[in-house]
């Protein structure tokens, strides 16, 4: 019944309102992808549009395995703003960006040795990897401001700003946009051109993003220190960013195998998989907007040692997390063919797809609590509970229900799926429970 109480508590608009902002981030995120396939799609050759899709989706996976910058960066600041800490504050955003640009800086010296393992896994034909190549080449330059504006986004967020990192995705799709437009089709400048637009706008998003920063401190009345973190603030840090890093890659494991594997079924499997996928992505529009608002909160609650507000955050973001999830089920069940249909009009793909859609009905559901108390986790800082669940929900959630079953093809995997996303949450809930002992999540 305690679950009721934490219900009633006036928590729900506080965390909607820290998650719109964050839902409607992710939701145009996809529109940059859109416009750059619908730019480069409309030159001469196919190998353009080729070669942007394997050099963009290289820099993506870079980037994205990059995200525990933010994610470490939110917790630690959301603690330390509890705790109205800024000298803490200010450590934890310095270290952070040194980490960053080194992480950054590491990709660039890397990013020929990377280049060659691209080629060797793809094996594409020349046309198509000379353009990924120079898509890449240049892309690569923008990871010191992709890096740190991931770090400044969770800061702005762990200060409870959810409006700032909206800001700034916004800004940087619509400078991507335009100099898409201006340097593709009107300087022909082909696949360099997106990737120069791409490089402009993360630099221009950092700019705004540094910013935002400045306002947001001299609207709290801080002033900036430059306080350098000490040895052992500055390796919890690293250990932090270990621990979501070797996670964040588990997961791409995951989903990498159901790709290729998908392949070894067919083209049908590949394209039917490929488009299914996007149901999941969906689905974290909203329930990664909740998980967001929610690491804020638990990090706040951590750092104001509060109990009872951190339990209450919890119960108010499942309850919200249910309901986008049901949501969700409701939607595909009814509207899951007419989005099939709209993301390609291949039949035999089409009634692929069909075939394994009822996966997708219930997946939200089921994926639910994983997306949520990966945000807790992050609000608490315990990363290390986040790396350990990962790799035992991938290991025999994932890849023992795969080879279990091969049997089966297809169906196998989107079992081995939903087993995964089913067991992360599950283990997640079980170690959230244990450290709940005596407030020790609170220690």
Not at 67 to 90: C, P, V, W
């Amino acid at each position: 019944m305690k679950l009721f109480h934490y219900l009633r508590t006036p928590y729900h608009i506080p965390l909607l309102t820290l998650a719109a902002p964050m839902i409607l981030s992710n939701i145009s995120v996809p529109l940059l992808g859109l416009v750059d396939t619908a730019v480069i799609g409309h030159l001469s050759h196919a190998h353009y549009l080729a070669g942007i899709a394997l050099g963009s989706g290289s820099i993506a996976l870079l980037f994205w395995l990059a995200s525990f910058l933010r994610m470490s960066t939110t917790g630690e600041i959301a603690q330390a703003f509890g705790e109205k800490n800024q000298i803490r504050s200010y450590q934890s955003l310095l270290a952070s960006l040194a980490i960053a640009l080194f992480f950054a800086l590491s990709l660039i010296g890397l990013s020929p040795f990377l280049l060659d393992i691209i080629e060797r896994l793809a094996n594409p034909s020349s046309d198509v990897m000379a353009q990924a190549s120079t898509y890449f080449s240049i892309r690569i330059y923008s990871a010191p401001a992709a890096m740190m504006n991931l770090v400044l986004l969770g800061f702005m967020l762990g200060l409870q700003y959810g409006k700032g990192p909206f800001y700034v995705v916004l800004f940087t799709n619509i400078v991507n946009i335009v100099l898409d437009l201006l340097f593709v089709i009107g300087f022909e400048w082909g696949v360099a051109g997106a990737a120069w637009a791409s490089v402009i706008a993360d630099y221009s998003a950092l700019i705004l993003a540094v910013c935002l920063t400045a306002s947001l401190l001299k609207q709290r009345g801080w002033t900036f220190a430059w306080r350098l973190p000490n040895r052992e603030h500055l390796m919890h840090l690293l250990t932090l960013n270990k621990d979501i890093f070797i996670r964040s890659l588990v997961l791409q494991l995951c989903f990498s195998f159901m790709t290729f594997y998908g392949a070894r079924l067919g083209e049908n499997t590949l394209a039917a998989n490929a488009v299914l996928l996007n149901f999941l992505m969906l689905v974290s529009f909203a329930l990664d907007g909740i998980a967001y608002a929610v690491e804020a909160k638990v990090g706040q609650a951590k750092g104001e040692r509060d109990v009872e507000k951190l339990k209450a955050w919890v119960a108010v973001s499942i309850l919200w997390g249910g309901v986008f999830a049901l949501l969700y089920c409701i939607t595909f069940a009814l509207f899951g063919p007419m989005i099939i249909s709209m993301l390609t009009s291949i039949p035999s793909v089409v009634e692929t797809a069909l075939i394994y859609l009822p996966w997708l009905v219930v997946l939200p559901l089921i994926a639910m609590s994983c997306f949520l108390f990966d945000g807790v986790f992050v609000g608490l800082t315990k990363a290390k509970e986040m790396r350990n669940s990962m790799i035992f929900s991938a290991l025999f959630g994932f890849f023992l229900p795969v080879f279990l079953l091969l049997d089966h093809g297809n169906h196998a995997l989107w079992f081995a799926m939903s087993c995964f996303m089913a067991l992360r949450g599950v283990t997640l809930i079980y170690r959230y429970r244990k450290l709940g002992v005596q407030n020790a999540l609170l220690k």
